[in-house]
């Protein structure tokens, strides 16, 4: 069986390794992968390689987006993937609400978030050294305000894969997770 029609959106702070595990599932499970990072505006962009960290408002527009996408893809019955920080749950309503089944905090929907948990000393060190490579636009004196932000409801059912794991182990985890099992070609 197939699990068509499905979102699945990688969450975390940055640093967590949404783009590398999102990439590797998209290779495992055969859906597209999107990288949130891609919708953002330009002056989104330009304000965090300064440092200055978006507001509700600097989100919008990109999260509008993102809940576009999500609806195609559901829309069109194929399976996505998604690396996104969802950060707080206002923001995962708006992605959630891509599914046009979905019922405002019903929690169930096609769109799920697993959460890639690692700790911050982790997390600096990944940031630090993506920024000396040049690999990204977010300086890691972001991270914390990220950090601050990030708020998981347990009613909302998000699901946690501890991400100092291999990516490797990562990915298998979620494809053995419970909503998931035996529902992805290899």
């Known amino acids: ?13 940055s640093g967590a390794g949404k783009t590398t595990i999102g990439q590797k599932l998209e290779k495992e499970i055969n859906y597209k992968y999107l990288d949130a ?11 965090m390689s300064v440092g200055i960290p978006l507001t509700d408002e600097d989100r919008m527009p990109w999260l509008e987006s993102l809940r576009v996408a999500i609806e195609e ?5 194929k399976g996505l993937v998604l690396g996104c920080s969802a950060l707080k749950k206002q923001y995962r309503e708006i992605l959630r609400s891509g599914d046009p089944d979905y019922t405002l905090e019903g929690y169930t929907s096609a769109v799920n978030f697993i959460l890639l948990d690692v700790p911050a000393e982790v997390l600096i060190a990944r940031v630090d050294k993506r920024a000396a490579e040049g690999k990204h636009y977010m300086p890691a004196s972001l991270l914390q305000s990220q950090l601050d932000l990030l708020k998981i409801d347990e009613s909302e059912g998000i699901l946690r894969v501890d991400a100092t794991l291999s990516p490797e182990s990562i990915v298998d985890t979620i494809k053995e997770m419970h909503p998931f099992q035996g529902c992805f070609q290899s």
């Open 73 to 77: 893809y559901i829309i069109n019955k």
């Open 37 to 47: 990072d891609d919708f953002h505006s330009q002056s989104n962009k330009d304000k």
């Open 1 to 13: 069986m197939v699990f068509t029609g499905a979102v699945i959106v990688i969450m975390g702070v």
